[in-house]
Nanobody, 123 residues
Framework: QVQLVESGGGLAQAGGSLRLSCSAS????????MAWFRQAPGKEREFVAA????????YVADSVKDRFTVARENAKNTVYLEMNSLKVEDTAVYYC????????????????WGQGTQVTVSS
C-alpha cells in the first residue's frame, strides 16, 4: 500500500513563505495524481493544487494561484507546494493525497492520504 509522508509545515509570519513536501513510497501505480488539500477548523476540506504524472500538467486553485505553485519530481515520486506571500487565512492543516481519478479537485478522487501537516500564519 502506498504511503505519503509530508514535511515542511510549521509557523510563518504573514508575507513569508513555506515549502511543503510530500513523498510517496510503496509503488507508483496509485500515484498518477498527487494533490494538496487544506482544512481549517469549522470549514470543509478544500482543493489547493494537483499534478499528474501521465500528462505533466499542474493545477492550482483560483484562490491561491497567484501565490502558490506546485511541482512534481517524478524520480522521487514527490510533490511540492511552494507557498509565498502567506496570509493568516492560509492557516490550516494541509493534506497530501494520491490517486488515479479524473476530477483532480475532488477529495473522493484520491485513495491515499497523508497524515496532514499544520501550517500556521501569524500577523
Amino acid at each position: 500500500q502506498v504511503q505519503l509522508v509530508e514535511s515542511g509545515g510549521g509557523l510563518a509570519q504573514a508575507g513569508g513563505s513555506l515549502r511543503l513536501s510530500c513523498s510517496a513510497s510503496g509503488g507508483t501505480s496509485s500515484t498518477n495524481n498527487m494533490a494538496w488539500f487544506r482544512q481549517a477548523p469549522g470549514k470543509e476540506r478544500e482543493f489547493v493544487a494537483a499534478t499528474t504524472r501521465s500528462t505533466g500538467r499542474a493545477y492550482v486553485a483560483d484562490s491561491v494561484k497567484d501565490r502558490f505553485t506546485v511541482a512534481r519530481e517524478n524520480a522521487k515520486n514527490t510533490v511540492y507546494l511552494e507557498m509565498n506571500s502567506l496570509k493568516v487565512e492560509d492557516t490550516a492543516v494541509y493534506y497530501c493525497a494520491a490517486g488515479v481519478g479524473i476530477a483532480l479537485q475532488r477529495p473522493s478522487s484520491y485513495r491515499v492520504w497523508g497524515q496532514g501537516t499544520q501550517v500556521t500564519v501569524s500577523s
